[in-house]
């Protein structure tokens, strides 16, 4: 059904605001699916209401050079492991 689907998260409102803006200037659908639900990646209050630092997985068939940039920016990747662990080094360091 889509060509493409990438998992990103938005952790803001202006990341919402421009991942919407830059979907707003395709000519193809985008749909955004958390969970079971599916909003339409154009729709900036669906995307406000899907709320923000959750992994989302966007699903689109065509191309654009900005929304791909945008995409780009707001992909999701897993933690390492070491994000979680405290700095050994001295705060004074």
Avoid: H
């Avoid at 059904?1 to 938005?10: G, N, S």
């Avoid at 599916?38 to 729709?43: E, L, M, P, T």
Wanted: glycine share 8%; proline share 3%; charged share 25%.
């Amino acid at each position: 059904m889509y060509e493409t689907v990438k998992v990103i998260r938005l952790s803001d409102m202006d990341e919402v605001k421009d991942f919407v803006r830059a979907a707003g200037g395709c000519d193809f659908d985008i749909d955004v699916k958390c969970d079971r639900t599916f909003i339409d990646a154009k729709s900036l209050l669906g995307m406000i209401g899907l709320g923000v630092k959750k992994n989302l997985q966007v699903c689109y068939g065509g191309k654009n050079e900005n929304f791909e940039n945008v995409v780009a920016c707001l992909l999701y990747t897993s933690p390492s492991p070491r994000d979680g662990l405290l700095s050994r080094m001295p705060s004074s360091a």
